[in-house]
């Protein structure tokens, strides 16, 4: 193999695929990402045998061939190395020699013939949702996705596909976040997708690999395509393939209440910054605090008090509707919540201190709650 490339798509492209290389591979192949020649452009490509990527771009290809090479040398030294117009790329035997500049390298490898395949989607329907929309989408639902294995389909993201929409939701048993994306379909087949596949898990860590990508990227769309227990994401020449978490997700929508008794609207940051400061005062691992609605004085108390800190108390202006209320909440997960809420005004949801409570984005313009996204979290129970 020799070729000749820019430095910044080879650079996006082993950034892109290190990322994906596990840092726990029993395999030594796995540890190495594949760098091949495609007619006239360079393919890279990376797995940890549950999730794939794939980078394509042009380049001058002189002598076709492939090898692979370990991605945390390959990695550092693309990240050390000084900004060039191209790179050269040749392998010498089971070796990679690189030319930037005044650099030069040769890199140790091994055969590309021990590198297993990432699948290839056979399947031509497809959904298309913007770059901008699935990341904040993304940064909204991620937040609640769980950690613990124990129960692996809490790992991942729910999809639910309906006929006009696309619900995101995820959760960890403490706090659900639920995110709906109104969908305009672009493919004749995507009744037949829904069909289906129209309830699907995809893991928490694609979803994370794929915002990482978007920040590479200038694509203003992301393609979507499931097919035999995998999904299949492109972007701008780059694909990325993950297996979808088998199982079945809770049936979390009856936790959502229809209906909440108090409204209270207020300003985001005022709120946000009053529960940081109470949180160093919260207690137990629980991070307990106390919020009061008092409507009479549209004022919303936030308390916390720990025999090691001591004790915090401050009050908001809010617009409140509905009876008075009091319910004990973890401090990080009320603060998570307000962190994904991109409007100025929030919406602060309760029934009781035994029911969820939720968020809400508030119309900039209107006034009105917006439906579109929806923060739960659990009370603590006193």
């Known amino acids: 193999m020799k070729i000749i490339c820019t430095q910044e798509n080879f650079r996006k492209a082993i950034l892109n695929s290190e990322r994906i290389v596990s840092k726990q591979n029993t395999l030594p192949i796995l540890n190495n990402i594949l760098i091949e020649t495609d007619k006239n452009s360079l393919r890279v490509s990376a797995t940890n045998l549950e999730v794939g990527i794939t980078n394509k771009f042009g380049a001058k290809i002189e002598k076709e061939g492939k090898i692979t090479i370990p991605a945390k040398i390959i ?42 395949l990432i699948p290839k989607k056979s399947t031509e329907t497809q959904i298309e949702i913007t770059t901008q929309e699935i990341k904040e989408v993304l940064e909204k639902i991620l937040v609640s996705v769980a950690f613990n294995e124990s129960r692996q389909e809490l790992t991942g993201v729910n999809l639910n596909l309906t006929e006009k929409a696309i619900f995101f939701a995820s959760t960890d048993s403490f706090r659900l976040s639920e995110s709906k994306v109104a969908f305009n379909k672009t493919n004749p087949n995507y009744e037949a997708l829904v069909k289906k596949n129209s309830n699907i898990i995809i893991p928490g860590g694609a979803f994370i690999e794929l915002l990482r990508i978007i920040a590479n990227t200038g694509s203003e769309w992301v393609k979507i395509s499931i097919d035999e227990g995998q999904v299949f994401f492109e972007i701008d020449g780059v694909k990325m393939i993950s297996r979808l978490i088998n199982g079945k997700y809770p049936e979390y929508k009856h936790i959502i209440p229809k209906e909440f008794k108090t409204r209270c609207v207020g300003e985001k940051n005022k709120i946000q ?11 137990g691992k629980t991070n307990e605090i106390n919020l009061t609605t008092e409507k009479d004085k549209k004022i919303m108390r936030i308390e916390a008090r720990s025999a090691e800190t ?45 029911t969820p409570v939720a968020l809400k984005e508030v119309d900039e313009k209107s006034g009105e709650i917006k439906e579109d996204y929806i923060y739960i979290v659990m009370p603590i129970k006193n």
Not at 80 to 100: H, P, R, V, Y
């Open 273 to 283: 910054s009053l529960l940081k400061m109470a949180s160093v005062f919260s207690s």
């Open 310 to 354: 001591g004790e915090n108390s401050s009050e908001i202006k809010m617009d409140i509707i509905g009876p008075d209320q009091m319910v004990v909440l973890n401090a990080k997960y009320i603060i998570d919540g307000l962190n994904n809420i991109n409007t100025s005004q929030v919406a602060i949801l309760i029934n009781d201190g035994t």
């Open 75 to 116: 990695g550092s030294f693309m990240n050390n190395l000084q900004a060039a117009d191209n790179i050269a790329l040749e392998t010498i035997d089971q070796s990679l020699k690189i030319k930037s500049g005044d650099v030069r390298v040769v890199i140790k490898g091994l055969s590309a013939e021990d590198f297993p």
